[in-house]
Every structure is written in C-alpha cells, then in structure tokens.
C-alpha cells in the first residue's frame, strides 16, 4: 500500500518529506523546552491549593503587607472559598472588610467576586441565605459606597442594587435605603451624592411604590435642585426609572413638573439631558402632556443656542414623534425632522450624524404620520435614498 491512501485505496492527507522533518523538528523542540530562570516573574503569585493553607493565608490578608500576594488571592477568593468549603462562612465578613482598606486595585478585585461570593452562600446556605448577605455582603458594599474613587463607588452602587433582590423588604428599608439617604445628605461629597441618585434609581423596582413615593422619590426630587451641575444632570438621567416605579399621579404631580424645570437649566449639560431622555419619558407621561408640553420642550430645544443639545433634539426627533402615534403631531415638529437631510442642519453635526438619525427613525416616523403626509416626507426619501453613506444604508434599507 503506497504512503497517503488507506487499504481501499483512497486519498488520505498528503504530507510531504519536508513538512515531516519540520513537524520532527518542531516536537524535538517542544520535548528539549526549557524554563530560563532568568525570565520568571518575581511578581508572580502562587496561590496555595491546599484548603486549610489557603484558609490560613486568606484570614491573615488583612496584615499582609505585600499588595501583590493580597492582590493575587483576591483575584482568586471566589473559587478559594469552594477550595475551602462551608467553614469559611463565618471567617468570611472579617476576610473581606479587612480588605476594603487596602489600596485601589484590591479594593476593585474585591467587588469582582462579590457576584461569586453570592452564588457560593446560596448553594452552601440556601436556608439562611439571605440572612448571610446582609450580614457579610452588604457591610462591605456599604463602605466601599464611601470610597474616594468615584468608580469603586459606582461599581459598589451597582453591586448593591443586585443585592438588594437578595435580602428581605425591610432589610432593604434598615440596611440599604438609609446608607443611601447618608449619602445623598452629604454636603462635602458631590460624588456621593452623585452614587446616591444612581442608588435610587436602580433599586426602586426593589424599594417599590410606597417606599418610592414616600422616601426614595423625594430625596431624589431634592438632588435635582442640588447646585452642582453634575448632580443636577445625574438626576435626569436617572429620571425615567424611577417613573416607571412611581404612579401615574405621583408623576404628574411630581417628576414630569421637575423635568420641565431641569429643561431649562442654565447649564447646558443638564439641557442635553433632558433631550436625551425625552423620548423615554413621553410613553409615562398622560396623551395631553406629551402633545402640548414635552412637545413645546423639544421644539425649542431644536432651537437651542448650544450646538450639543440642538444636535442631541435633531437625533431624538424621530423617536419622539413616534411617541405621539394616534395624537395630533404638531406640524412644527415634521417641519423639522424633513429638514433633517439638509446640509444646514445636518452639517451641525459630524460624520452624518443627524442624517443617520433621520434614516434610522425614518420608518417609524412615517407610521405615526400615515399615508396623507407622505406628500411632505417624499423629498425627505428621496435625499436618504441617494445617499452613499455606507451607515445611512445600513439603517436605511
């Protein structure tokens, strides 16, 4: 039998006497490979894998003065507590606050294994489970909220809001909702109450309506008169969650009266804000609101002497007129969004930017309008259909 058929004589793999002597070649090399001391990392870190060597390293962490060892078991803690097993539970809450002392680094590898940390207490405690993570996960994620770093803050906030789901309603009440309202009190930290607006507002499908209306709400109400401009702008843009969670009466009364104030800050940040999250808010806001006072709103954002929020009304025009489907839509507004593929407005914007948007939203727009004013948005077809823009395509077609 001749090399490369097999005994019915049909064609296998050819492989040619010079690709043999390379693959000889090549296993030599990998059977002779050797490792050149010289080019080990002295940073490395060798976690133990035996458990009760592990547990003793983990429980002393808090006194070790070498970051990087501390670092590399951190990085390594959730599957370590597998390693261990059940009896780490009790050892678990000192382990971990004795680490949200320690510098930045440490500090973000902690919060990347509370998710993991969470899963090993359900599967080893199902029982007492909640219980476990108010006792041993909710004191590290509370003062980790009143870190100096803005993003281990946010990353904490976020952790917390998962939390939540995990513990009882009136624990929620004691041990969530007042670290939240310290931090929204505190007049010499912005960025916490920055952290505390996001707070409220991803955890009010967790508070739920009473706890919303009665607390969470108003403290998130006082926020948005909050003379920084950042924490003004934050509480915009958390305003469409937390209106999804409150009445209908409650919004009107309330939250959609506080957005046509925040429309008119004087800073225009605040201003894009508020254009960026129109469209989101309309859906929650009654037929007659939307088509007479958001309405307005837009239009003279569309006007407004900053290039950001005109160019941000211009993109969320399309969305927004899709929300008045079966209503009245103002003429002013179609006006505007025909004018779309125009180079005097579509050149406010860089990379077709606007025209992008009128092609996106196109479609939408000419259902909500219907079959009698195609006669105003043909021009506005004809333009996108002409277009080479390969993105305007994309969205177009």
């Known amino acids: 039998m001749e090399p490369g058929t097999n005994k019915e004589g049909e064609g296998s793999l050819q492989v040619s006497q010079n690709d043999m002597q390379r693959i000889e070649e090549e296993i030599n090399r990998e059977e002779t490979f050797k490792v050149d001391p010289h080019k080990i990392d002295e940073n490395a870190v060798f976690v133990e894998e035996s458990p009760d060597k592990a547990f003793g390293v983990l429980k002393s962490l808090a006194s070790n003065q070498n970051d990087a060892e501390v670092l590399g078991y951190v990085k390594n803690l959730g599957d370590l507590t597998y390693l261990i097993g059940d009896r780490i539970i009790d050892s678990l809450g000192n382990i971990l606050l004795g680490l949200t002392g320690r510098n930045e680094e440490i500090r973000r590898a902690v919060l990347g294994q509370i998710r993991m940390l969470r899963t090993f207490l359900k599967e080893k405690s199902p029982s007492n489970y909640h219980t476990l993570i108010r006792d041993i996960i909710l004191p590290v994620l509370s003062r980790l909220l009143l870190n100096s770093n803005l993003e281990v803050k946010e990353l904490a906030g976020n952790l917390m809001a998962e939390t939540a789901e995990d513990i009882t309603e009136e624990d929620r009440g004691a041990h969530i909702l007042t670290v939240v309202l310290e931090m929204a009190h505190n007049e010499n930290n912005e960025d916490n109450r920055v952290v505390a607006i ?46 999804q969670v409150v009445s209908q009466k409650f919004r009107n009364e309330r939250f959609l009266p506080f957005f046509l104030r925040m429309s008119e800050d004087t800073a225009w940040i605040v201003r894009k804000a508020c254009v960026d999250c129109i469209y989101k808010l309309a859906p929650l806001s009654e037929p007659s609101f939307r088509q007479e006072e958001l309405t307005n709103v837009l239009l003279r954002f569309l006007k407004d002497t900053n290039k950001w929020v005109k160019i941000s009304a211009y993109k969320h025009l399309g969305a927004f007129i899709y929300t008045l489907k079966d209503l009245t839509v103002d003429d002013r507004l179609i006006e505007h969004f025909v004018r779309m593929t125009e180079p005097s407005i579509n050149n406010i914007s860089t990379d077709n930017e606007i025209m992008h948007a009128c092609a996106y939203n196109f479609p939408a727009v000419l259902t909500t309008l219907g079959p009698s004013k195609w006669p105003l948005l043909q021009k506005t077809f004809a333009a996108l259909a002409k277009s080479t823009d390969k993105v305007l395509i994309r969205d177009f077609y």
């Not at 109400?221 to 003004?232: C, Q």
């Open 198 to 243: 996001q707070l409220i507002s991803n955890l009010s499908q967790s508070f739920g309506r009473d706890l919303c209306e009665h607390f969470a709400g108003f403290e998130f109400l006082s926020l948005g008169e909050d003379p920084v401009i950042k924490v003004r702008k934050e509480c915009v843009i958390n305003l469409e969650r937390i209106c």
